[in-house]
């Protein structure tokens, strides 16, 4: 009677799970998306400028000397793949433009030339951060409906798409919109594998999480004391 009840349980799960994500993925995007761009944050340019210098720097010599300080890295990929789609299909930033970042060993916050030179790289490297910051809001959701079911799920992906803090940080270029999810993820991975000791999978998944997270952003090892 008991194993009947739960396979019934489960296979309502499964019925119901596949319409958990695209619909809290849809809502998370939309309001990243929205206004975009309306707000910013001091360090902002010069986050985007560390993204461009990273991005030029993949498969050079520099790549190296962006390894020494590796905060943000994971967010500065993600931005990587707005800026080499930019790279690829704009006319109106010419070779000059990049090697005209390229060659700034610094930005300097008083040139205005060079504010507007890496602002408007801005757009580029933002979008795919945002729909990168929508799409860390699913992984929590599966986790949450194999530890406590599928309406446990549900709540949670809508809670993360509506969150006013992750939604106000994926609307600027800081590594914090990509390493909260991450974070969040690792735990959510790691309670499920203890409920299942067999589960070898969510260990490992719990530390690859983990790991992202503290790549993009030391203050992420705070976890690990826990």
Do not use: K
């Not at 690829?88 to 060993?105: C, E, N, V």
């Not at 795919?128 to 699913?138: D, I, K, N, S």
């Not at 993820?185 to 992202?212: E, I, M, N, T, V």
């Amino acid at each position: 009677m008991v194993d009947h009840a739960a396979r019934q349980q489960q296979a309502a799960m499964v019925s119901w799970e596949p319409l958990l994500y695209p619909l809290p993925f849809t809502l998370a995007l939309l309001l990243r998306l929205l206004q975009l761009g309306a707000f910013a944050v001091r360090d902002e340019l010069n986050w985007t400028f560390r993204a461009c210098r990273f991005f030029l720097s993949l498969g050079t010599a520099e790549a190296g000397m962006a390894a020494q300080d590796p905060s943000g890295t994971v967010s500065f990929l993600i931005a990587s793949v707005g800026l080499a789609l930019r790279r690829l299909t704009s006319t109106s930033m010419a070779a000059a433009h990049w090697q005209a970042l390229q060659s700034l060993p610094d930005l300097n916050t008083q040139s205005v030339e060079q504010l507007r030179l890496v602002a408007s790289c801005w757009p580029a490297a933002m979008l795919p951060l945002a729909a990168a910051a929508a799409l860390l809001t699913v992984p929590p959701a599966i986790l949450a409906t194999r530890l406590w079911g599928t309406r446990s799920g549900m709540l949670t992906a809508l809670l993360l798409a509506f969150s006013p803090m992750l939604v106000a940080g994926a609307r600027v270029l800081t590594p914090e919109a990509i390493t909260a999810p991450l974070l969040l993820s690792a735990l959510l991975a790691l309670l499920w594998a203890l409920q299942r000791p067999d589960a070898r999978l969510g260990y490992a998944l719990s530390g690859a999480l983990c790991g992202l997270a503290l790549l993009n952003e030391s203050r992420a090892g705070l976890l690990l004391l826990y």
